[in-house]
């Protein structure tokens, strides 16, 4: 009886750590608007999955709802990184 439980029990960790995980996601980018040129620096909390993929395609349709369009994710971090970039990303600081 003890080993049907391993299953259920491993299945149950692996399910609170990826929700965890993808809590603590976040990435910083670059986007750009057009007519007349603007450039922006900003960090976003990603919701999905922590892949470059996944934060590409969410920050990019956040930003294109608002007229801008992702140049690049520079990259992805845990809150711990949050602090250091806070003040380079000012306005645009988890604002998409």
């Not at 080993?3 to 259920?8: E, G, I, N, Y």
């Not at 470059?52 to 990259?75: D, F, K, M």
Request: proline share 2%; hydrophobic share 45%; with cysteine.
């Amino acid at each position: 009886m003890k080993h049907a439980r391993l299953p259920l029990i491993a299945a149950l960790l692996l399910g609170f750590a990826s929700s965890a995980s993808a809590a603590d996601c976040y990435a910083d980018y670059k986007a750009k608007r057009d007519n007349p040129l603007r450039l922006h620096y900003g960090v976003a909390q990603i919701d999905g999955a922590c892949s470059e993929g996944q934060a590409r395609t969410e920050i990019a349709a956040r930003l294109e709802r608002n007229g801008w369009t992702l140049l690049n994710v520079l990259s992805l971090f845990d809150a711990s990184g949050l602090e250091e970039r806070k003040r380079s990303a000012g306005q645009f600081y988890l604002r998409f």
